[in-house]
Structures are given as C-alpha cells and as structure tokens.
C-alpha cells in the first residue's frame, strides 16, 4: 500500500523530483571564485533539491545559515565559481529548498560536501529532508553574470530540463 502526499514514498518524491520545473525567487546569483572562466571549458555543476514538512523549517534554517561561510570562505571559496538558490511551498508537507551551484573541480565540490558545516547539517537533517541532486557539466559560456537575473533564471530552466550533459554520479 502506498503513502500518501503527506507521507510519500521513494518513488513519489523520485517523480517529484523529476517533474519539477519551478523556478521561482532565485537569490540573485553569487560569483565567488576570482579565477577566470574559459568559455568553452566544461565546469561541474551540482543542483541540490530537497523536500520537507514546514514545522522542519527552522532547523533547517538554522544548520544551513552556518554553510554560507564556509561555502564562500577561503577553503573553499576559491573553487566555487558562484551560485543561486530557491524555495518553495507545495504544502504543509512539501517545502522545497534548491541550490544551484559551478565549481572550477568536482573533487573541490566533493571536499566542501563532506566537510563542517554542510556535513553537520545534511547528518542533522538526514530523517527530515528527503534530497535529490542533479550533476552536469556546464560551459563557462552557460554561467550567468551576477546582476543578470533573467541569466540566472534561464540557467536553472536548463538544468532543471536537462540541456546540460549529465555527469554520472562517481561512487
């Protein structure tokens, strides 16, 4: 028997996931490496999407609030090329939160991943958030300017509906 949308199951959110389009308030888009761009260069670009209930909301604000520094600090900082990010509420049941970030090196992306913050936060909230990522390799030429909101948005509908080159999940 399956669950229903307030409690749903794999496949649903798998579907979810899969069919979502929105683009909606997107945070301006930050840059932060100072590194240059080669147009034609492929860059990594991870798209995080999770759902959750809304009371999960503040904790989830919280935990992420301490990712921010160490997203664009000195470690790390230096190998995001920029990125963008999104909520949403579906329901009581499904508030959704999105990243969109470009890395100059996927394994720079891994390290930031696994580190501090973000790992306290995604062990924190690994019963709460239901997560999906999407991974593709992107041109310099694709990555949005800051101040460009209209880039930014066109960005996210490309990923979202799968333009970009898919980069398999490495294990």
């Not at 999407?49 to 604000?61: A, D, E, S």
């Not at 009581?92 to 969109?100: C, Y």
């Not at 030429?141 to 948005?153: H, L, N, T, Y």
Request: aromatic content about 10%; some cysteine; hydrophobic content about 35%.
């Amino acid at each position: 028997m399956g669950r229903n949308r307030a409690n749903p199951t794999k496949d649903m959110i798998d579907s979810m996931h899969a069919n979502d389009q929105h683009v909606g308030l997107l945070k301006p888009w930050t840059g932060v490496s100072q590194k240059p761009l080669d147009r034609d260069k492929d860059y990594f670009c991870v798209a995080t999407w999770g759902t959750m209930h809304i009371l999960n909301c503040p904790k989830f604000i919280w935990l992420t609030s301490k990712i921010g520094s160490e997203l664009h600090g000195e470690i790390h900082g230096p190998h995001l090329i920029g990125e963008t990010r999104q909520t949403s509420l579906w329901g009581v049941s499904d508030f959704r939160v999105e990243t969109f970030t470009v890395w100059h090196d996927r394994e720079e992306m891994a390290k930031f991943y696994q580190s501090g913050a973000h790992k306290h936060a995604m062990t924190s909230m690994r019963n709460d958030v239901d997560f999906r990522a999407r991974r593709v390799f992107v041109k310099g030429s694709d990555i949005p300017k800051e101040g460009d909101s209209a880039a930014v948005r066109d960005f996210v509908k490309r990923i979202k509906s799968d333009d970009f080159r898919e980069a398999p999940k490495k294990d």
